[in-house]
C-alpha cells in the first residue's frame, strides 16, 4: 500500500490504507486517466503497490517535508518488519522510518538541477534482515513551482537596420528562456514587451521579434536608438518573473542625400611648369551619406580645356582632383575655364524623387609665368660614328632654344660625368657634336651622353638632353683562336686520324657574319707530322701524317696555324698549337703524357717514388721535432711553481741606490720642473745627461728633453683648462729619509709608542690578520705589543 502527501492532478489520499485488490481497482482509473508512468505490480499472494511521489521544490519549512508512505501487507504491526530506501538520495535527501514506512525530504529541492529521484525500497524482517517482499523501484518526482525569472542568453544584442525604412521592418529577434517547467502551469511561458524605445520601435509579445515603429527614421539626424525589452513569465499576469535585456538599434545608410559642390565657383592659379599628371587643383564637394553611398564621379562638360585637363575624385576623401594631361604655356595661352559636373556613383533609385543626385560648378585656372629652362628640339637624339673616324669628326648637332619671351642666346656644354673620358666636344655656340679621341667599338660600342643648355642672360636656367652615339664596326682586329686549346696525340695514332678541331674569334661584328679561313704558316707547309684542313665552317681539322710518335723522341710538338677573316681590307694571325705525346688505353684516352711519364717507364715504379716521398717527410718532421724541443729549452721559466699560476714574476736583477745613485735614474725631471724648464736643457755635471730607461744599459740613451717637453706640455694643458676635472694628480716621492720634503714613507717607525693609529680593529678581521694583530695592536695597559 502506498500512501502519497499530493497526487498529481489533485487528488489526495493521506492516511489511507488499502488493502491489494481494493487499492488497485481504485487506483486504476486515476492511473489511466492522470499518471501514464504510474507503475502497478501484482502478484498472486502478496505485492507492493507503487505509485509516483510527488513533492513541492524549495521548501522553507524548518522540518523535514513529508512525502508518503510506504507499507507492506505482510506488516501486521507487530514490530516484525522494517522498511529500507535505497537509490538516488536515499539518506542524504531522503530519510524512511523503518518502522511506519513514512519517507521525509530532509533538504530543500530544485527541478531545475534534477527533476526526479529513482529509488527502491524493500521490507525486511527485523530479526534475520532478510527480505519478505521482493525489492521494487518507485519515483519521487519534484514538482514545480515559479522560482526562476526569464533571462536573455544571448544579450545584450545589436541590430542594424536601414535608415528609411517602413513600419514594421523586422530589426531583430530577442528570445528569453525560462528554467521552470513548462509544462507544468505558467511558470515558463513569456511575454515580451519594450520598456524604452518608443515609439521607434515595438516588439511582437509572443515571439521577441523587434521592428520599426516610425517611417522615414533618418540616419543623419539620429543614427542609433537603444531599447530595452522585458520578458514576464505567468503569460505576463501580475506576479510574473521578469528579466531585460538591451538592444543597440544602428541605422545603416542609404544614399538618400545628393551631392552638391561647397561653392559655385572656383578659382586656382598654376605654374606653368608644372609636369604633366601634376595636380592643379583640388574641389571639396559635400554629402552627407557615408561609404559607397557617398562616392563620387567627375567629369568636365564644357569649357576650353577639354584635352588640357582631366579630373577625378580621390579615394580617401572623395575630392575633385585637376589633373594636367599636356604641358603649360604661359606665352601660349594664359588661363582656362572649366565647367565640371559631379554624381554619385551609386544612386538608389527610391530615393530619385527627392532632386536630381548632381550639381555642377565652374572652375577657373591661372598660368603663372616662370622663366623656364631651354628646350631642346629632341629630348633624345640618336647619332651613329664609323671607330674609323678621326679625331675632330663632326658626328650631329643639337639645338635648343629659350620658350621664354626674353629669347636668351643658348650655349651647350657635355655632362662630364657622362662622359668622363672626354671621347666628345660640342661646340658652346652651334651645338656641333664632334669627336676628341679616337673610337673603339671592341672598348665601348653605344656611349651615353648628357648635352647641357644654358641662357646665357640667366645661367641658373639649364636645359639637358640625351645623345646615344653608336659607334659603328670596321675590320680592325685579327682572329684569334676561340679557346686556349690542350690538344693530346696517342703514340697509337694512327697517319691521317683527326687529333683536334679548331674554331676561332674575332672581336669585329660584321654585318654579313664572320667567315675563317686555316691553313698552316708557309714554315710549317713543309713539315712530315702533321696537315691542316680547312673545313669551310669557320672549324679546321688537325690530322696526323704519319705514325709512330714516340715521348721519349719528343713530348710536345708546336704547329702554326694561319687564321684569316673574310673582312675588307682582310686580317690573319698566326696561332700556335701545341701537341702533346700521351700514352693512351685502348679508347684513346690519355694516361700520362711528357717527359716525367718517360722517366718513370725508364726505371723507376710509382711504388719507388711513393716510398721515396715517405722518407723524405719523415726525416723532415724529426726535423722539426728536435729544432722545436732544443727552442722550449732554452726559453727560461717565468712562473713559480710554488704560486698562483696568474702571478708573472719578472726579475731584473738591478736594485738602484736610491737618491745617492745618481748613474741609474735621472730625478731632475721629476723633482722640479720648473727648475728644468728655467735650465733650458742644460745638462747636470753629476748625472747622466740623457738615460734611455729607469735601468742602465749600454744602449746609447735618447734625448730626454722629449720627455720634459711631453710632461711640461700636458701639465701647461691641464693648467689652461679650468673646466677639466684632475683626473691625473702628479705625485714626486724624490727622497726617502731624513730631510726630504715628502718625509719618509716607511711604516718601520710607526712601531712607536707616540704613533696614534688604532690598531686594535686587525683583531676582529680572523686568523688570517692574527700576526698583524700581535705586532700593532695594544695590551690592556696601553701599550704596545711586541714580537
Known amino acids: 500500500t502506498l500512501t502519497n502527501a499530493k497526487f498529481s492532478g489533485e487528488k489526495k489520499m493521506n492516511g489511507c490504507m488499502l488493502s491489494l485488490n481494493a487499492c488497485y481497482h481504485t487506483c486504476k482509473p486515476w492511473h489511466e486517466n492522470f499518471h501514464p508512468m504510474l507503475n502497478l505490480s501484482l502478484q498472486q499472494r502478496r505485492s507492493w503497490v507503487w505509485n509516483q511521489f510527488f513533492v513541492l521544490e524549495e521548501y522553507t519549512g524548518d522540518e523535514p517535508l513529508y512525502v508518503g508512505k510506504l507499507h507492506s501487507d505482510v506488516d501486521k504491526g507487530e514490530g516484525q518488519v522494517k522498511y529500507v530506501l535505497n537509490g538516488q538520495g536515499a539518506t542524504s535527501i531522503f530519510t524512511i522510518d523503518e518502522n511506519t514506512g513514512d519517507i521525509h525530504a530532509t533538504k530543500r529541492l530544485d527541478r531545475e538541477e534534477q527533476a526526479y529521484y529513482t529509488l527502491r525500497a524493500q521490507a525486511r524482517n527485523r530479526e534475520n534482515n532478510l527480505p519478505v517482499e521482493p525489492e521494487s523501484e518507485f519515483v519521487i518526482k519534484v514538482q514545480d513551482i515559479n522560482d526562476n525569472e526569464p533571462k536573455f542568453l544571448n544579450g545584450p544584442y545589436s541590430a542594424r537596420v536601414p535608415e528609411m525604412s517602413p513600419v514594421g521592418t523586422s530589426v531583430v529577434t530577442v528570445v528569453a528562456t525560462d528554467a521552470d517547467d513548462p509544462t507544468y502551469g505558467n511558470s515558463a511561458r513569456v511575454i515580451y514587451s519594450i520598456l524604452e524605445g518608443q515609439p521607434y520601435f515595438s516588439v511582437e509579445p509572443k515571439t521577441g521579434v523587434v521592428k520599426t515603429a516610425l517611417p522615414n527614421m533618418d540616419r543623419e539626424a539620429r543614427d542609433q536608438y537603444l531599447l530595452v525589452i522585458q520578458a514576464k513569465d505567468m503569460v505576463g499576469q501580475m506576479g510574473g518573473l521578469s528579466g531585460t535585456t538591451s538592444v543597440m538599434v544602428t541605422l545603416t545608410d542609404v544614399n538618400d542625400n545628393p551631392p552638391h559642390f561647397s561653392r559655385k565657383s572656383y578659382q586656382f592659379s598654376m605654374s606653368e611648369s608644372l609636369p604633366v599628371a601634376s595636380v592643379v587643383a583640388k574641389i571639396k564637394t559635400l554629402d552627407s551619406d557615408v561609404g559607397p553611398n557617398a562616392e563620387m564621379e567627375y567629369r568636365i562638360v564644357d569649357g576650353d580645356g577639354l584635352g588640357l585637363f582631366r579630373i577625378t575624385p580621390d579615394r580617401d576623401t572623395q575630392e575633385g582632383l585637376i589633373t594636367l594631361q599636356k604641358g603649360l604655356d604661359f606665352e601660349t595661352k594664359s588661363s582656362y575655364t572649366l565647367r565640371v559636373e559631379v554624381s554619385n556613383r551609386n544612386i538608389d533609385l527610391r530615393f530619385l524623387s527627392l532632386g536630381p543626385f548632381s550639381d555642377t560648378a565652374t572652375v577657373r585656372l591661372i598660368v603663372e609665368n616662370v622663366d623656364e629652362p631651354p628646350v631642346f628640339s629632341l629630348p633624345l637624339s640618336k647619332m651613329l660614328i664609323s671607330e674609323a673616324a678621326k679625331v675632330g669628326t663632326t658626328i650631329g648637332t643639337v639645338s635648343a632654344h629659350d620658350p621664354d619671351s626674353t629669347n636668351s642666346p643658348i650655349r651647350y656644354s657635355i655632362d662630364r660625368n657622362t662622359d668622363l673620358e672626354r671621347f666628345f666636344n660640342i661646340d658652346a655656340t652651334t651645338g656641333v657634336i664632334s669627336t676628341a679621341k679616337p673610337l673603339d667599338r671592341e672598348v665601348?660600342?653605344?656611349?651615353?651622353?648628357?648635352?647641357?643648355?644654358?641662357?646665357?642672360?640667366?645661367?641658373?636656367?639649364?636645359?639637358?638632353?640625351?645623345?646615344?652615339?653608336?659607334?659603328?664596326?670596321?675590320?680592325?682586329?685579327?682572329?684569334?683562336?676561340?679557346?686556349?686549346?690542350?690538344?693530346?696525340?696517342?703514340?697509337?695514332?694512327?697517319?691521317?686520324?683527326?687529333?683536334?678541331?679548331?674554331?676561332?674569334?674575332?672581336?669585329?661584328?660584321?654585318?654579313?657574319?664572320?667567315?675563317?679561313?686555316?691553313?698552316?704558316?708557309?714554315?710549317?707547309?713543309?713539315?712530315?707530322?702533321?696537315?691542316?684542313?680547312?673545313?669551310?665552317?669557320?672549324?679546321?681539322?688537325?690530322?696526323?701524317?704519319?705514325?709512330?710518335?714516340?715521348?721519349?723522341?719528343?713530348?710536345?710538338?708546336?704547329?702554326?696555324?694561319?687564321?684569316?677573316?673574310?673582312?675588307?681590307?682582310?686580317?690573319?694571325?698566326?696561332?700556335?698549337?701545341?701537341?702533346?705525346?700521351?700514352?693512351?688505353?685502348?679508347?684513346?684516352?690519355?694516361?700520362s703524357c711528357g717527359s716525367e711519364a718517360s722517366m718513370l717507364s725508364a726505371g723507376l715504379s710509382t711504388g719507388a717514388l711513393i716510398a721515396i716521398l715517405a722518407c723524405i717527410l719523415t726525416l723532415l718532421v724529426l726535423v722539426l721535432l728536435i729544432v722545436t724541443m732544443r727552442r722550449r729549452k732554452k726559453e727560461p721559466l717565468i712562473l713559480d711553481e710554488e704560486r698562483d699560476v696568474r702571478e708573472n714574476i719578472v726579475r731584473y736583477d738591478d736594485e738602484g741606490g736610491g737618491e745617492e745613485d745618481t748613474e741609474a735614474f735621472d730625478m731632475v725631471a721629476l723633482r722640479n720642473l720648473k727648475l728644468v724648464r728655467e735650465s733650458g736643457g742644460k745638462t747636470r755635471r753629476d748625472v747622466t745627461p740623457e738615460v734611455p730607461s729607469l735601468f742602465l744599459s749600454s744602449r746609447p740613451p735618447p734625448d730626454n728633453g722629449i720627455f720634459r717637453d711631453f710632461i711640461w706640455d700636458r701639465l701647461k694643458e691641464a693648467d689652461v683648462d679650468a673646466s677639466a676635472p684632475p683626473y691625473d694628480s702628479l705625485q714626486t716621492y724624490a727622497f726617502e729619509g731624513s730631510g726630504s720634503a715628502a718625509e719618509s714613507l716607511s711604516s718601520l717607525d710607526s712601531l712607536s709608542t707616540d704613533s696614534e693609529q688604532n690598531y686594535d680593529y686587525l683583531s676582529d678581521w680572523g686568523p688570517r690578520f692574527k700576526k698583524l694583530a700581535d705586532l700593532y695592536g695594544h695590551s690592556d695597559d696601553g701599550n704596545l705589543l711586541a714580537s
Open 444 to 591: 665601348n660600342a653605344i656611349h651615353n651622353i648628357t648635352i647641357f643648355a644654358m641662357e646665357s642672360l640667366h645661367p641658373l636656367q639649364v636645359g639637358k638632353c640625351i645623345i646615344l652615339i653608336t659607334v659603328t664596326d670596321i675590320n680592325d682586329n685579327a682572329p684569334v683562336f676561340a679557346i686556349e686549346y690542350e690538344t693530346y696525340l696517342c703514340e697509337s695514332a694512327r697517319p691521317g686520324q683527326v687529333i683536334e678541331t679548331i674554331s676561332a674569334m674575332d672581336r669585329d661584328e660584321p654585318q654579313s657574319g664572320h667567315r675563317f679561313f686555316f691553313s698552316l704558316t708557309a714554315e710549317a707547309a713543309g713539315n712530315l707530322n702533321f696537315t691542316l684542313r680547312d673545313n669551310k665552317d669557320n672549324t679546321a681539322s688537325v690530322l696526323t701524317m704519319r705514325g709512330g710518335f714516340q715521348r721519349h723522341d719528343q713530348t710536345m710538338y708546336r704547329l702554326p696555324v694561319l687564321i684569316m677573316d673574310g673582312g675588307s681590307p682582310a686580317l690573319s694571325s698566326t696561332n700556335t698549337l701545341s701537341i702533346r705525346v700521351c700514352d693512351c688505353d685502348p679508347d684513346g684516352a690519355p694516361q
